[in-house]
């Protein structure tokens, strides 16, 4: 890849090469928009999290199972076979995430859940930091700074409150889930193989193991099931490949600060859909993120970071 490519230059309509940031931040941009209904339909799915958690596991790992055999030339157990620690790590957080995240919002409130989930960007930048020596600019602490505030502002209209043992506890599991997600992605950046599609099986695989004793798929009803399906099979996979690819080009904190963008697309597909019109705290808080992560990527300060 030639490092004398001019970072401003490569972003303008129909430039015949992209830079690795470039590149990065489009793939992760892009994950991040696909993913951004999922909260909307698991309003819609309407069940417990345990059963849609289950069930939705096990459709992302064969979704991902028979994409990766269509579309690639090793198979699925080779590429398991010949990864990398990194790669297990990212296998294994991504897994332990998703049980985390499961547990954490059935013991504590939304705005926690948003609030904790927004400091996976800080996580993964100390972590990069300790791990890989990679050094976050100041610039980059203050916007990743600004998005957890624009995330309170979010969920401010939420109830908080750690009021009992279960709510402490919902928290603690909610910080761990930001940080596997964190670490999960840092190890993306060193893995072994550039494919991450192995190690989403193995982490949904995990998933469905651990909460499939809690869940109840015979109680669900055929739209909850057709719901269940739509991110199962096509959004989650699609999206999780992408946006896990991106630390492959961009630091793992700028993949979670733009991750934060599905917390402002969220109600937005809500408002289309059901009506539900954003509050206002909810538009200012979304324009403070919108607007720090614009700042951090645009072009011009490409060479800064």
Known sequence: MRDDINHAQVWRWGSPVLSRHARGTILTLAGVVILSPDSLLVRLANTDPWTQTSLRAILVAASLAIWHRATSKSTLIADIRRSGIWDHIFGLCFGLSGICFVVGIGLTTVANV?????????????????????????????????CIVGIAIIAAGEEFGVDDVSGLTGILVTLVSAAMIALGTVARE??????????????????????????????????QIVVIAIPGVVIVPVACFLMFLGPRYIAAYEVGLIALIEAVLGPVWVWLILG????????????????????YFTPRRAGSR
Do not use: N
């Open 276 to 295: 539900e019109e954003p509050a206002r705290h909810t538009l200012i808080g979304g324009a403070v993120v919108l607007g720090a992560i614009a700042y």
């Open 114 to 146: 948003l609030v904790i989930g927004s400091f996976a960007p800080a996580i993964a930048a100390l972590l990069g930091y300790w791990l890989l020596g990679r050094q976050p600019s100041r610039t980059a602490w203050l916007v990743i700074l600004a």
């Open 190 to 223: 060193h893995a072994k193989i550039d494919d991450p599609r192995a190690g989403m099986v193995i982490g949904s695989v995990v998933v469905a193991v651990a909460i499939a004793p809690f869940s109840h798929p015979s109680a669900l009803t055929l739209w």
